[in-house]
């Protein structure tokens, strides 16, 4: 599944969910993207998709789950197989040996990742001191808002957790829009560009927003993907949809 994040929310264990290429990302890269880490980088799919067509030059991969990170050797530079939360990139403690230095990486990327970790404003504080000043931190995150979680509470009071999917049983923390944006701002970042997820060309979800005159998206929306950088130009995020035209 190419960079289809929305539509893999679920699956979390599946081979098919850690392979998959995300492209979905490519409108927010930055300018400069020769040293990167992808924690969560599954099988190493999108650091080796980086590598080959986006100029990066050494690729840096974190992943907890043994199997994928079988498959990500022979396709990332540098990997970590382990829990990010017990180890310390910097000073290469609980990671076999790899560090990186502060200030050193052009772009860091936490695709469906911040969601599973008990303290994800911590983890985004130490990932932001990665980052070269021109530097930029991705991250994807499920929108707890979305109709499928929220009518359910309305209607029913129903939270049911399941095995994929926003309600994900391995989700430790739940987020809104303005609650990612200030998660991904909890190292001093600022967000500056988004892109909604659910509401790609052609889905009935992107008829209702439109007959909605758009005051129904925070309901249509089953994810964001967000961009930090240090100094953003313009003040407002900048927000697109997935699938649109850059």
Avoid at 81 to 97: A, C, F, K
Avoid at 131 to 144: E, H
Avoid at 219 to 226: A, C, E, P, R
């Amino acid at each position: 599944m190419d960079g289809d994040a929305g539509d893999v929310l679920g699956g979390f264990g599946s081979t098919a969910y850690h392979d998959q290429v995300r492209r979905d990302v490519a409108p927010l890269l930055p300018a400069r993207t020769r040293r990167v880490l992808e924690i969560g980088c599954g099988t190493g799919a999108t650091l080796a998709w980086l590598k080959a067509e986006r100029g990066a030059e050494e690729t840096i991969g974190v992943e907890i789950e043994p199997a994928a990170a079988d498959a990500a050797r022979d396709r990332v530079d540098r990997l970590v197989v382990g829990d990010l939360t017990r180890m310390d990139l910097e000073s290469g403690q609980g990671t076999g040996g790899v560090t990186i230095a502060p200030g050193s990486l052009d772009l860091v990327m936490a695709l469906d990742v911040l969601e599973h970790l008990p303290d994800p404003w911590d983890a985004v504080r130490r990932l932001t001191r990665l980052l070269a000043p021109d530097g930029a931190l991705i991250a994807s995150l499920p929108n707890v808002a979305h109709f499928s979680v929220s009518l359910g509470l309305a209607l029913g009071n129903r939270w049911r957790y399941a095995d994929w999917g926003i309600l994900d049983r391995t989700h430790l923390r739940f987020f809104v829009r303005n609650t990612a944006v200030d998660l991904l701002q909890a190292g001093g970042l600022m967000v500056d560009r988004g892109v909604l997820l659910g509401l790609e060309p052609g889905r009935r979800t992107r008829l209702a927003d439109r007959l909605t005159l758009g005051r129904a998206r925070h309901l249509l929306t089953h994810g964001f993907i967000l961009r930090a950088v240090r100094a953003p130009v313009g003040g407002a995020v900048q927000w697109s949809f997935r699938g649109d035209p850059s």
